[in-house]
């Protein structure tokens, strides 16, 4: 729009000055009164659009007034026209924002933002017309160019209204915020909150007036925030893990766009120590159920929010403690405890594959609790290992159809070669975990001259598996008298 403006502006035909004098100060006068109407026409008409009809009724044009302004440098005058450019801005800005803070004013933040915008709306036009002004004085000037000087004067102002302007300011741009966390604020509202927060940023008032508050305001959110959640019935853990990660994210992005971005990592922590934190054991207590339906991703979120509060660690030791305790209860059952311990093992290591990245402290975590469960009983897990190696090594007995020769039972063979080194292969891993392995030892050296001497075992192939160093090392390291006996058999059945 400015660049349209100046454009028709250039096309604009106008009166040069002809006759010279000698510069002294009426002459100084006469162009800063050009100048100041050229500020008039820009701040008082309320809109740009109605600037080119007035400046060609009062022929008053940029190029005249840049002119006059160049006349006032080059003749000494600039230290002058400083003081009346400040001095002007002063004035302009105190009645803008007397206007704001009328009484009955509804509109207080947009009426303000208003101001901002006008300032800065117009601030391009003015630079190309004092850019003489600025390159020639204002650079060494404390201001440095036109635009410090206007914010300065505008900051100054802020100051001596403070009560007046710049705290209801802050207050208004906190509730703005709040209603955007609570789903309440439109697009209009969030762009005045971006506004306003620039303006913040370039009168150096941000970080000192408002960003404290901002933080105080938000901690004080979200824990209540937290409280309300974890004291609302029925609390899912899945949902609460979503919406955390999301609020984060959210009020990350929010800042990024709208605010400063240097006040993102401090309200991240506080929205993260709030929601996590506070609700810490909370979480803890519903993990189990996480890690029973294994829901990868929820597990995962969770693991990154734990992370984020540095917290990792309790999450290491309740996933240590849910396997203990799993594994703890499948001992003392009767049936089915190896396929259970096995299923569990498997579980247990999908979750850290899939949600953890295979940690190697949650990894050890498996280690140390199957270590503890399978040493509560470690002979009835030992006798029970052999036997399920005795199940899938031995013939299945098949019984014929209903009608054709009922009471006979005939032995097929076991499972699949690759299938049963498989779940050997799965069993064996168990065996690093067991403490009685010279009673394992024991019944799986029974139990096999037993399939050997019945001739009950499936495959002699699977049972010289067992017995081949790299699977054997997994039970002793030297062979006994029964295992001889074992191979014996195995080499007579050739």
């Given at each position: 729009?400015?660049?349209?403006?100046?454009?028709?502006?250039?096309?604009?035909?106008i009166?040069?000055?002809t006759?010279f004098?000698?510069?002294?100060?009426?002459?100084?006068?006469?162009?800063?009164?050009?100048?100041?109407?050229?500020?008039?026409?820009?701040?008082?008409?309320?809109?740009?659009?109605?600037?080119?009809?007035?400046?060609?009724?009062?022929?008053?044009v940029l190029?005249d007034?840049?002119q006059?302004?160049?006349?006032?440098?080059r003749?000494?005058?600039?230290?002058?026209?400083?003081?009346d450019?400040?001095?002007?801005?002063?004035?302009?800005?105190?009645?803008?924002?007397?206007s704001?803070?009328?009484?009955?004013?509804?509109?207080f933040?947009?009426?303000?933002?208003?101001?901002?915008?006008?300032?800065r709306?117009?601030?391009?036009?003015?630079?190309?017309?004092?850019s003489?002004f600025?390159?020639?004085?204002?650079i060494?000037?404390?201001?440095?160019?036109?635009?410090?000087?206007?914010v300065?004067?505008?900051?100054?102002?802020?100051d001596?209204?403070?009560?007046?302007?710049?705290?209801?300011?802050?207050?208004?741009?906190?509730?703005a915020?709040s209603?955007?966390?609570?789903?309440?604020?439109?697009?209009?509202?969030?762009?005045?909150?971006?506004?306003?927060?620039?303006?913040?940023?370039?009168?150096?008032?941000?970080?000192?007036?408002?960003?404290?508050e901002f933080?105080?305001?938000?901690?004080?959110?979200?824990?209540?925030?937290a409280?309300?959640?974890?004291?609302?019935?029925?609390f899912?853990?899945?949902?609460?893990?979503a919406?955390?990660?999301?609020?984060?994210?959210?009020?990350?992005?929010?800042?990024?766009?709208?605010?400063?971005?240097?006040?993102?990592p401090?309200?991240?922590?506080?929205?993260?120590?709030?929601l996590?934190?506070?609700?810490?054991?909370?979480?803890?207590?519903?993990?189990?159920?996480?890690?029973?339906?294994?829901?990868?991703?929820a597990?995962q979120r969770?693991?990154?929010?734990?992370?984020?509060?540095?917290?990792?660690?309790?999450?290491?030791?309740?996933?240590?403690?849910?396997?203990?305790?799993?594994?703890?209860?499948?001992?003392?059952?009767?049936?089915?405890?190896?396929?259970?311990l096995?299923?569990?093992?498997?579980?247990?290591?999908?979750?850290?594959?899939?949600?953890?990245?295979?940690?190697?402290?949650?990894?050890?975590?498996?280690?140390?609790?199957?270590?503890?469960?399978?040493?509560?009983?470690?002979?009835?897990?030992?006798?029970?290992?052999?036997?399920?190696?005795?199940?899938?090594?031995?013939?299945?007995p098949?019984?014929?159809?209903?009608?054709?020769?009922?009471?006979?039972?005939?032995?097929?063979?076991?499972?699949?070669?690759?299938?049963?080194?498989h779940?050997?292969?799965e069993?064996?891993?168990?065996?690093?975990?067991?403490?009685?392995?010279?009673?394992?030892?024991a019944?799986?050296?029974?139990?096999m001259?037993?399939?050997?001497?019945?001739?009950?075992?499936?495959?002699?192939?699977?049972?010289?598996?067992?017995?081949?160093?790299?699977?054997?090392?997994?039970?002793?390291?030297?062979?006994?008298?029964?295992?001889?006996?074992?191979?014996?058999?195995?080499?007579?059945?050739?």
């Amino acid at each position: 729009m400015q660049i349209q403006v100046l454009k028709n502006l250039h096309n604009i035909k106008i009166d040069v000055l002809t006759d010279f004098k000698p510069f002294v100060d009426s002459d100084y006068y006469e162009r800063w009164e050009r100048l100041r109407r050229l500020l008039d026409l820009l701040y008082l008409t309320g809109e740009i659009s109605p600037i080119l009809h007035r400046l060609q009724k009062e022929k008053v044009v940029l190029e005249d007034v840049f002119q006059g302004v160049q006349d006032i440098c080059r003749n000494g005058f600039a230290k002058k026209l400083a003081t009346d450019v400040s001095n002007y801005y002063a004035t302009l800005i105190g009645k803008l924002l007397c206007s704001v803070i009328q009484p009955g004013q509804r509109n207080f933040l947009e009426e303000l933002n208003a101001v901002w915008l006008l300032l800065r709306q117009t601030l391009p036009l003015l630079t190309n017309v004092l850019s003489f002004f600025e390159r020639s004085f204002l650079i060494r000037s404390p201001a440095r160019s036109l635009e410090q000087l206007i914010v300065s004067e505008f900051r100054s102002q802020l100051d001596k209204q403070e009560t007046k302007i710049l705290e209801p300011c802050v207050q208004q741009l906190l509730s703005a915020i709040s209603l955007w966390r609570e789903g309440l604020a439109d697009e209009s509202q969030l762009d005045t909150v971006q506004s306003i927060s620039h303006m913040l940023m370039k009168v150096e008032l941000y970080k000192s007036r408002f960003e404290p508050e901002f933080i105080r305001l938000s901690k004080e959110y979200y824990t209540n925030v937290a409280a309300e959640k974890a004291k609302r019935p029925g609390f899912d853990l899945v949902t609460y893990l979503a919406d955390v990660e999301s609020t984060i994210k959210a009020e990350h992005s929010m800042i990024l766009e709208r605010l400063d971005a240097s006040s993102a990592p401090a309200i991240v922590e506080l929205v993260t120590d709030a929601l996590v934190n506070s609700n810490l054991q909370l979480m803890l207590f519903h993990y189990e159920g996480l890690l029973r339906s294994r829901n990868f991703n929820a597990l995962q979120r969770m693991l990154r929010l734990f992370e984020r509060v540095d917290k990792r660690e309790f999450l290491r030791k309740s996933f240590g403690n849910y396997v203990k305790t799993q594994g703890s209860n499948l001992v003392d059952r009767e049936d089915g405890v190896i396929e259970s311990l096995l299923d569990l093992k498997r579980t247990a290591e999908d979750i850290i594959r899939e949600s953890y990245d295979n940690m190697k402290e949650f990894l050890d975590q498996i280690y140390y609790a199957y270590e503890h469960f399978m040493g509560l009983k470690p002979n009835k897990v030992a006798e029970l290992a052999t036997k399920y190696l005795d199940d899938i090594l031995s013939k299945q007995p098949v019984r014929p159809p209903t009608g054709e020769n009922s009471g006979s039972v005939s032995l097929q063979g076991g499972i699949s070669d690759s299938d049963f080194r498989h779940r050997a292969e799965e069993l064996l891993a168990l065996f690093k975990y067991l403490s009685a392995k010279d009673i394992f030892e024991a019944f799986y050296t029974r139990r096999m001259m037993r399939r050997l001497l019945l001739n009950r075992s499936s495959s002699n192939e699977n049972e010289k598996y067992m017995l081949e160093p790299v699977s054997y090392t997994h039970l002793r390291a030297h062979e006994t008298g029964r295992n001889l006996v074992c191979r014996l058999l195995l080499e007579k059945k050739k």
